[in-house]
């Protein structure tokens, strides 16, 4: 049986970036193998930005490499720009994800650019794909599309527009991002059918936080309104944690665990997703990692049923 | 503006009966006054159980009293008998809540009765109230409705005839409990849809845990099909906890944030609702509070509109 949502684990990029220490390479590489042994079918590995900024992803080049080497899934890596994406391409990553925030103060405050000015670096991205590697897939990933720290409210209307100048600009899929933990349920599914009514395919993941409590819900939300990509992170590593505990990216675990108790297929074998903890835990020693069904164990008499894809 | 959905806090009965200190009485309605400061217009405030068994309710009676001090409130007492429910009776409580178990095999392992004669007892408790205190309202919860750590799986017909036979006892609302954290927004949704279709507005609180970090999700499905009274705890004290970190109630704090968020009016005000914390927090020294809405603080421009009941 083939699943029925995709997860899109962000652990070994959004995580990893977001600690302070390092992961060696070879420790990289072992997380990697034990998600893709999950049954995990789509990942994002790494940031192609420059490692004097983020020395955590100085190999992304290798990391995408050896994560090309295990069959069965998308090997993805985040771009922040043409630079970033002439080497992901190069690469041979199967998909760029490039970041494009719905907050002007926010587009400003991390890239000196406008959102518009950013469809402007998305077209060339796609020139540039056109001509490397025809086959990669681009996806736009709308930030703060559900509230901003910096200007607090993103009005719809703006995410919408941006959201259909991507598709209009040529990305595969535009994703929605809770950059902030901001969103809630009722304004996801609104956010989300506004989005598909517009771009209707090209609706991508929904990339959640959970940074107060929502994540599962809002995620359940996006799910009810026809969204069938998820972003989460192992451990819940990464996102913007504002405090100890408030974990800021959805945790992989508990998503899955979610979906399945639903009897919504993932392919994703629960007990070996969270056996994959300890490669991470081994690679970041004194990290907290994060996740409820990791502490409370299956429940009694819970039978999944794993997919073979 | 009305409330649109009534939050009933549990944490003064299920939060301190679930921690091994006792929280000495003026501390305890010290907590209790500030959680009716905050416009919570529901709150469980104590179990009706021999002393010896739980002395951290050993002042039951008068803390019903004073609760019973604070205007526009529902004052409800856990009763897990005939006994307790007279006690309950005779202190005043607004409304008694009995715990009913849908699990045999919990059923008999808690109060050494089937859930039939847990039935019978309601009947007896029904016949007590009328003669004691006729206004005083009952309800059964039942609980391990969505499954159980000791038989498992919980057949869902099994509830739908236990929630019948309640009704027809006599209770004025049946609530379902995921008192083992096994319920996910599928069950949650199909279970309260057939319990309405069999006891219509009878049908009464869904009080979930977070064991494995559905609680909210489980919350929104549960509005989504018409549910509008939801148990929780301030701090996610109490409940099962399996693990550190892993709380067993929803965070009262999370789950107003959620529905404020959107739009659905609570009449809670979060401000207040959080300053709440601080007597629970002197009350309980050195207990750990859950909560990521405490821990991160309101989002930028998140205007509240609290109903003035």
Same mark, same amino acid.
């Given at each position: 049986m083939l699943p029925e949502v995709l997860i899109s684990e962000v652990g070994p990029r959004d995580g990893l970036q977001s600690v302070k220490a390092t992961m060696p390479t070879a420790a990289k590489l072992r997380w990697i193998a034990a998600l893709h042994g999950s049954g995990?079918?789509?990942?994002? *590995?790494a940031s192609f930005v420059p490692a004097r900024l983020?020395? #955590?992803?100085?190999?992304a080049a290798e990391v995408v490499q050896y994560a090309l080497t295990l069959p069965g899934w998308t090997v993805m890596a985040l771009v922040p720009n043409r630079k970033g994406a002439e080497a992901a391409l190069r690469a041979g990553a199967h998909k760029l994800t490039l970041p494009v925030s719905a907050s002007e103060a926010h587009s400003l405050a991390n890239v000196r650019k406008t959102p518009l000015d950013m469809v402007e670096e998305v077209r060339a991205i796609l020139a540039l794909r056109d001509e490397l590697a025809p086959t990669a897939k681009i996806e736009a990933g709308v930030s %703060?599309?559900? +509230?901003? %720290?910096? #200007?607090g409210v993103v009005p719809e209307d703006d995410v919408v527009r941006l959201a259909a100048a991507l598709a209009a600009a040529g990305v595969d899929d535009v994703g929605l991002s809770d950059t902030t933990g901001m969103a809630n349920p009722a304004q996801v599914r609104r956010l989300f059918q506004r989005v598909r009514a517009e771009i209707g395919d090209k609706t991508g993941a929904a990339h959640m936080h959970n940074t107060r409590g929502l994540g599962l819900a809002n995620c359940l939300a996006a799910y009810d309104v026809g969204v069938r990509t998820f972003d989460s992170s192992l451990g819940g590593l990464? +996102?913007?944690?504002?405090?100890?505990?408030?974990?800021g990216n959805v945790v992989t675990e508990d998503l899955v665990f979610m979906f399945e108790a639903m009897g *919504?297929? %993932? +392919? *994703?074998d629960l007990q070996k997703l969270m056996a994959a903890r300890a490669p991470l835990a081994e690679g970041l020693p004194g990290e907290p990692l994060y996740g409820m069904t990791p502490d409370a164990g299956?429940?009694?008499?819970?039978a999944q049923e794993v997919a073979h894809a």
């Open positions: 995990l079918r789509e990942i994002e *590995v983020l020395p #955590q992803m100085a190999d %703060t599309a559900f +509230g901003c %720290t910096l #200007q990464g +996102g913007c944690p504002y405090a100890p505990g408030a974990s *919504v297929r %993932t +392919g *994703v299956l429940p009694k008499g819970f």
